[in-house]
Nanobody, 113 residues
Framework: VQLQAFGGGLVQPGGSLRLSCAAS????????MGWYRQAPGKQRELVAD??????TNYADSVKGRFVISRDNAKNTNLQMNSLKAEDTAVYHC?????????WGQGTLVTVSS
């Protein structure tokens, strides 16, 4: 499975960004897709994920502001609203099978005025 992420950039506090991730390869084996982020000097953390059945899970810090969705079996999107400076990080797309986790390249999100 290969993952390609799109959509990072610079946004002002309170603004919005949409990240997208496209999977290719053995997508039939994927049972969950998600987004993680890593801020400078911090550990990578889960932002949100979504199962094939549409069950979602969010970090407490983004609940009510971010929405994860699946277009189909191979694409996932993260709509980020009301962005804060503390959301600044490199965001990584993730796909999970029963036995393996796959990672896409990171995309930088910077929230700054």
């Amino acid at each position: 499975v290969q993952l390609q992420a799109f959509g990072g950039g610079l946004v002002q506090p309170g603004g919005s960004l949409r990240l997208s991730c496209a999977a290719s390869g053995s997508i039939f084996s994927i049972n969950r897709m998600g987004w993680y982020r890593q801020a400078p000097g911090k550990q990578r953390e889960l932002v949100a994920d979504i199962t094939n059945g549409g069950i979602t899970n969010y970090a407490d810090s983004v609940k009510g502001r971010f929405v994860i969705s699946r277009d189909n079996a191979k694409n996932t999107n993260l709509q980020m609203n009301s962005l804060k400076a503390e959301d600044t990080a490199v965001y990584h797309c993730n796909a999970e099978t029963i036995t393996v986790q796959y990672w896409g390249q990171g995309t930088l999100v910077t929230v700054s005025s």
